[in-house]
């Protein structure tokens, strides 16, 4: 018989067997009917799971695992300011965290972490067997399955998420470190109190940066990953505390159990409670003003663009320094908020607004600003906006322009004992606009220096010497100190442009006398000191910040003398008067603008800039309201609110630091001489030379032989109207409520009225130019 033969006879007689059984037996499969069957379906799970394995990509992150907060600090680096972003998530590198954290997340949420290959079928059987046999609904997941669950897919719970949850695991597996897996798990993971990641949950729960986190801060912040909102001990019912303290123990235990953790030192961990929640860092106060003008200079600067600033994980230390900070917003309540009654006086004392900043004059670092009360009331940044008017406080630049120009139109020297005619509303002679400005109180001075016209702050002065010093030049000069060149009312067309159109920033504005204030070294003024941000990579990304090398605006001398006629100006007889107050060496000058609708500080001493702006504006149309009346002061002048403001915040700035004295390289062997006007309001005759001490008068007169008394012409034809004759804004030293102020009169007949014994204070803003409207 031959080999098939018999197979067949061997299958035939299966079959007759089979026949035999009863039917119920013969409808079960046998037994290699059975292994067939299993092993088909073996190999179609492995085929099909090969499949998917090779088609199911690790897709991109979500949005909201990416999602990151900017951290804006202190100077000191370490102080908060706020924190931006839907998502308080602030990513570390593996390097920035403890490796006992990282030892003790392993021990609570994965203990196979480093040995199995990012699934763990042992571990997913054992929490599915425990779940039916009633021990609570537990998780088999590895912790790179939750971060891949995190970090890549949703929290949905259906069975196509946890299918591609386990293939994309075993992707990122094979393809990542088991360190970034783990840093990657740490800075996706939710912690509670509002906290995405481990550094943003340190912070939240010990105030503390990630690297600073201990052993059993590091259990415990661990334990929080099973019940983030159950387990905050603070927050928490006695029995969930319970369960929180036994996951951090079970945590702990653990940690001895891999080796992690010695027996002793086990023994010695004691538990260890949390700050009490703390409400969020949000944008309210000065916060928003503070990470506004951050924000605009990282921006303005191209230090980064607005996109990838906006998409978050940036830590920014500024340049802001917290106490002064802090003093700038205590001047203001001081000197002004605690005097304004709106319910009294609702026609005068709503909508008063403040603009302020300070910068160092050396380096261009911005240690304070003043942008509102409250960002979260008035999301509008006032030390940043350009459309009021800076006034008189201009009239150093023309003062600048001048001493460059070093000629007037008929050929005279210019310096600041150079004698003008104080005439009110004498015509300018030789501008491209007709234009004969008023003086404050209509007060005429007769033959006066530069420096006596900077100190009572005469217009028709300063009108007709911006023009002898050219208006191109003069505008060139404000670009050089610091004015922005796109600032409207700097228009050489425009005569009026002497008296201060211009409407720079108070930010501007303070960069601007810094570079005075630093012999003419010009910084363009800078409130970040570092930036950077971690990447999903692990490496820090710092981006090069810019280079702070000052330029050289204007020669030393003609700085230096600038400054010391505006040290006259924080005198007795100054309209700055209110900032001697301070107590140590001040340069500054006032600036009050047409219908008194800003009224203006700029100061500084050798070591610090800084400005003050007050005006009010309509909180719906945004139109200028005018501030007489305001705080029940019949007229507000630059050298009140605004001097007070800015003496009681450099008063504060300043306490501790030893007082330093203007170097000065003026040219001249006695600055500060000067001819002060006599009763009558002329400068007396010379009776001798008197050396000044601090480069103030002495009150011996003095009239420099080079300078005549430059006689007034007639205008320049120019086919335009004379600009009308503008609200004279005295600006007294110090008002008060009860004083008694000359209104404004029209002028006598005759040509130049009798002038009191002791002239009053005389400033006055640009007589024509519209102040711009903003639109925030």
């Known amino acids: 018989m031959t080999l098939s033969t018999r197979r067949q006879a061997k299958r035939a007689a299966r079959r007759e067997a089979r026949r035999a059984l009863p039917l119920w037996r013969r409808l079960l499969p046998t037994w290699r009917i059975t292994l067939g069957t299993l092993t088909a379906l073996f190999l179609l799970a492995v085929g099909g799971f090969a499949v998917l394995y090779v088609i199911v990509p690790v897709p991109d992150p979500n949005a909201h695992a990416v999602a990151q907060n900017n951290i804006y600090l202190y100077a000191d680096g370490t102080t908060e300011i706020a924190h931006t972003g839907a998502v308080n998530r602030t990513d570390a590198t593996i390097d920035q965290i403890p490796l006992q954290t990282q030892q003790a997340v392993v021990s609570a949420e994965d203990r196979t972490f480093y040995q199995n290959r990012g699934i763990d079928l042992k571990g997913m059987v054992r929490a599915g067997w425990n779940t039916l046999t009633g021990k609570g609904m537990q998780g088999g997941s590895t912790i790179t399955q939750q971060y891949v669950k995190n970090y890549y897919l949703t929290q949905s719970q259906t069975i196509e998420r946890k299918g591609r949850e386990l293939l994309i695991a075993l992707k990122v597996d094979q393809q990542r470190d088991k360190k970034d897996i783990l840093a990657g798990y740490l800075n996706s993971s939710y912690f509670g109190r509002g906290a995405y990641g481990i550094q943003s949950a340190a912070h939240a729960y010990y105030g503390v940066d990630v690297s600073e986190l201990t052993l059993t801060q590091s259990a415990y912040l661990a334990s929080l990953l099973q019940a983030p909102s159950l387990y905050d001990v603070k927050t928490a019912t006695p029995a969930n505390r319970e369960k929180a303290v036994a996951r951090w123990n079970y945590t702990l235990d653990g940690m001895v159990q891999l080796g992690f953790l010695t027996t002793a030192d086990r023994a010695a961990a004691t538990f260890p409670d949390p700050i009490d929640p703390q409400p969020a860092t949000g944008l309210s106060g000065q916060a928003g003003y503070l990470v506004g003008v951050a924000d605009d200079y990282l921006i303005s600067s191209g230090t980064i663009d607005a996109a990838t600033l906006k998409a978050g994980g940036w830590r920014i230390t500024t340049t802001f320094d917290k106490p002064r ?17 709106p319910k009294s006086r609702p026609t005068t004392d709503t909508d008063v607004r403040v603009s302020g900043a300070s910068v160092e004059p050396a380096t261009g670092r911005v240690v304070a600003v003043y942008g509102g009360p409250d960002y979260a009331k008035q999301p509008y940044n006032d030390a940043l906006r350009q459309d009021n008017q800076i006034g008189s406080t201009f009239k150093p630049i023309d003062l600048a322009a001048g001493l460059l120009a070093q000629h007037t139109l008929d050929g005279r020297p210019i310096t600041t004992e150079t004698h003008y005619d104080g005439a009110s509303e004498r015509p300018v002679t030789g501008g491209p606009t007709p234009y004969a400005p008023p003086n404050e109180d209509d007060v005429d001075y007769g033959s006066i220096t530069l420096r006596y016209a900077m100190v009572k702050s005469v217009n028709s002065v300063y009108a007709q010497e911006g023009v002898d010093a050219g208006l191109a030049r003069v505008r060139e000069t404000a670009v050089k100190l610091g004015i922005p060149d796109n600032v409207r009312g700097m228009d050489p067309a425009n005569t009026s442009m002497t008296l201060g159109t211009a409407t720079p920033s108070a930010l501007d504005l303070a960069g601007a006398y810094a570079t005075l204030a630093d012999h003419g070294q010009a910084h363009t003024p800078w409130s970040v000191l570092k930036l950077e941000r971690a990447t999903p990579g692990g490496a820090i990304d710092v981006p090069k910040m810019p280079d702070h090398n000052p330029t050289d605006a204007i020669g030393r001398t003609i700085a230096d003398s600038v400054t010391d006629v505006l040290r006259d100006v924080v005198s007795p007889r100054g309209t700055g008067a209110a900032a001697l107050d301070l107590g140590r060496p001040a340069a500054g000058k006032t600036g009050t603008t047409d219908s008194n609708l800003s009224a203006w500080f700029a100061g500084y ?48 700035a300043l306490d501790g630091t030893p007082t330093q004295q203007f170097d000065l390289q003026t040219g001249h062997d006695t600055p500060g001489t000067d001819t002060w006007p006599t009763a009558t309001g002329t400068p ?33 034809t120019t086919g335009e109207p004379a600009p009308g004759r503008t609200t004279p804004t005295p600006q007294a030293p110090q008002p008060t ?28 803003g640009p007589a024509t130019h519209p102040a711009a409207t903003p639109t925030p």
């Open 325 to 341: 900070q802090d003093a700038f917003v205590k001047a203001v309540q001081d000197e002004l908020t605690g005097d304004l009654d």
């Open 737 to 764: 409520p009860s004083h008694e102020q000359p209104s404004p009169t029209a002028k006598p007949t005759q040509t130049h009225p009798p002038r009191p014994t002791d002239p009053p204070t005389a400033t006055g």
């Open 684 to 716: 007396s005759p010379e009776t001798g030379t008197t050396p000044t001490t601090g480069g103030r008068p002495t009150g011996t007169t003095h009239t420099p032989g080079t300078a005549p008394t430059h006689a007034p012409s007639a205008p320049a």
């Open 605 to 652: 001493t050798p070591e610090l800039t800084t400005t003050v702006g007050l005006f009010r504006e309509n909180p719906k149309t945004h139109a200028k309201e005018p501030l007489a009346g305001t705080a029940g002061l019949t007229r507000i002048n630059g050298g009140t609110i605004p001097t007070k403001i800015w003496t009681a915040y450099m008063t504060a």
